[in-house]
């Protein structure tokens, strides 16, 4: 176990140096040459001061075995343990991501990385931990795991890849199981509504059989023309149907997802509201909310039973500026 013992201003928050092997200022590394006794339960504990309110972890730099074909994080994974709100067990590839944790009181917030040495994996893991103010404007609302400030960005799941699982190829999924957490947006001065939209074709897989799914289709925008004729009293009637496959098709809503979703608050497309605010299957039609706090919220359930080579999601948001 070792001690912060040095920090730093930075927006409104105190970057912890800690002592690990070496000092490594704000951040908390592993490398391939430390001790097996560090890779094994390397800890970090942090106690709680007067000012504190939250902790942010960063993780510049994280790679830790897959989850196992039900997408429960078994072999290697990050621990929060102490604070006030949960952190989800985490594993696998997160470079990139970010989560907000509470202190809770006088309790200690201990940060462990366990990981399974009979299961070879080049694992990396850089994460700085930063300590902030109850009054800074960096704060998280009670109840985000993840916060966002911009007008516009992208939000990733946890172990989002392109790739598939290969402790599982064959039905393995990189989602992981037993999420239930808020992801945040700031509301930009001027803005009143949010919109929610997949960042690429294929980038919203979170439930169903997406390995079966034809990668030329799903996702894409394609018109489907066809003609029938029919004849009456030897006049001739030709009828034209037009049909749209792609994301709507893969989409599925409502009632119908009851194991691994999103929500979007009070949805509404094009204007038209939504009756249902629970989203899944391998696409989403673009949304808008304008319910405040913004919040986009992610659920699975405890395993991954008919669920193959699920993804998980990138969306970009963009707020909308108020009417005028």
Known sequence: MVQFFHCSAWCGSLILSVLERTTSMGHVSHEENVPIMLVQHP??????????????????????????????????????????????????????????????GATPITISIDTNTNFAFDRRWNIRIQQIECDSPCRAPNGCLQYYKGVSDTVTSFNYGTTVNTRAPLIGTRQMANLNYGVCVRMALGYCSIQWSQSDTLSFTVSGDTGSL????????????????????????????????????????GTDCT?????????????TAENVDRFCGNGLVTKTSSLKPFVLYVVTDGDEIGEIQNRGFILDY???????
């Open 259 to 271: 194991k691994d979703f999103v929500i979007i608050p009070n949805p509404s497309i094009n204007g």
């Open 318 to 324: 963009t707020q909308i500026a108020c009417a005028v």
């Open 43 to 104: 800890e970090l504990a942090l106690m709680d001061l007067a000012f504190a309110a939250y902790l942010r972890l960063d993780f510049l730099d994280f790679s830790l075995a897959q989850p196992n074909s039900s997408g429960v994080c078994d072999l290697d994974f990050l621990l929060v343990s102490g604070g006030a709100s949960t952190v989800p067990r985490l594993c696998g590839e997160n470079t990139n991501q970010h989560v907000y944790v509470d202190f809770n």
């Open 214 to 253: 034809d990668t030329t289709v799903i996702g894409r925008k394609i018109k489907f023309i066809f003609t029938i004729d029919i004849i009456i009293s030897e006049l001739n009637f030709s009828y034209r149907a037009i049909h749209f496959l792609g994301t709507d098709l893969a989409a599925v809503t």
